[in-house]
Structures are given as C-alpha cells and as structure tokens.
C-alpha cells in the first residue's frame, strides 16, 4: 500500500544511482524522475508517482505517498476560511489527518524521554520551497487535537497540478496553507 524505503535498500539505491551518476558523466543528475507507476487518474488529474509527497525524517519507515494512497486514509471534509492576498477566502477542503498521514510512516518517539512527541515539529515544504511549520502537539489529540488536513481536493476538485495542500483550521491568514506539498519532515531540536 504504502511505498517504504528501508536502510540497506536506501544504500543500495544510493550506490546505483552515484555509479549511474558517475557512469553518465553527472548528466543523470538532472535527469527527469521516473515515470514508470501511473497511479490514479481523479477528475481528470493524472497523480503519478512523481507527484508522491515524501514523510521523512524523525520516521521508522520513510513514505512516498501518492494521491491515491492519500485517498485511501480516512478522510474528513471541513469548510475553512481565510485571509489571502486576494482577499478572504471560503473552499471545502477533503483528505486525511495529517497526523494519520504521520502516523503511518511510525515516529521515533522515545518513550523514556518525556513527552518526547511535544518537542517535535512538522515542516511542510511546497514545490516551490516555501515552508511552514507545525508542532506535533496542535495536531495530538491528547493536546490540541486540531484537524489539520493533508487535502486531496478543494471545492471537489485535485488541484491543477495534482499535489495536495495542508489546510489549517483556526488560522486566520493563509501562510500555513502549504500548496504543492512535496514533503512532510518530522524533527526535533538536538538534545
Ligand atoms: N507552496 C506554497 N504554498 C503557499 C504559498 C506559497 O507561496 N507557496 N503562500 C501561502 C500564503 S502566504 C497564502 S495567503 C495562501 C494563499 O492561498 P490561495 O493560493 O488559496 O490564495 O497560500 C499559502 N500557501
Ligand atoms: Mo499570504
């Protein structure tokens, strides 16, 4: 269901890929990512793999997930308004929790440190590199329990370019809205 990258694997794609670096003269640096598995056609998006968000970091088990992974989590729908640059904006948002989404890739909590999970935070990172962060305690139902979203559509629509967007209840401007979600990083501060 989930694409997970174990270590050894993680080392022996590294090796491959320096060798084919290497081999092509560093022209496969740049070369364009794979586009073998297609995955589900919605409303006429194309979402491929390429369009995968990573979970990476603090994480047991690194994800790429596609969209139609995504959709496979519970989803929840919510209405939330903002303020833009353009002015306040209404849309309904559907997708998983984004601490369901974090859940499955296993954080490395430490249970003798004490509530280890509160001194971590989730960097959300759009393709176009902007950023926002968010702490693992807003989102913990123990603690504030807010249902952030990693939405899949907008309005019942993918977004044009197919990738998913954090959507944040009880924020009024929309500086956390991540569009084009590339990444989810989970850390915390060096002890
Ligand atoms: N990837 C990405 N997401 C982003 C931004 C951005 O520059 N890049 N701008 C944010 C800001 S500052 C706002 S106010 C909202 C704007 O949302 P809108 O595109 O729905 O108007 O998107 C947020 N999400
Ligand atoms: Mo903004």
Not at 102 to 122: E, G, M, S, T, W
């Amino acid at each position: 269901m989930f694409t997970t990258v174990p270590r050894s694997r993680r080392i022996i794609g590294l090796a491959i890929a320096l060798t084919t670096v290497v081999a092509l003269g560093g022209a496969a640096a740049h070369a364009a990512p794979s586009t073998t598995s297609v995955g589900a056609e919605t409303a006429g998006v194309t979402v491929d793999h390429r369009r995968a968000v990573r979970v990476d970091g603090a994480v047991a088990r690194r994800l790429q997930l596609t969209h139609a992974d995504l959709a496979r989590l519970p989803q929840q729908t919510i209405t939330l308004t903002y303020q833009s640059g353009s002015g306040s904006q209404t849309h309904t948002y559907t997708g998983p929790l984004l601490l369901d989404v974090l859940d499955r890739a296993q954080p490395r909590f430490d249970a003798q440190i004490k509530n280890h999970k509160l001194r971590h935070v989730v960097t959300a990172t759009g393709s176009d590199r902007y950023q926002a962060a968010f702490a693992w305690g807003e989102i913990d139902p123990d603690f504030e329990g807010k249902t952030v979203l990693v939405a899949i559509t907008e309005d019942g629509q993918p977004a044009a370019d197919g990738r998913p967007r954090v959507v944040v209840p009880g924020d009024k401007h929309g500086g956390r809205y991540v569009s084009s979600l590339v990444s989810l990083h989970l850390s915390a501060p060096r002890r």
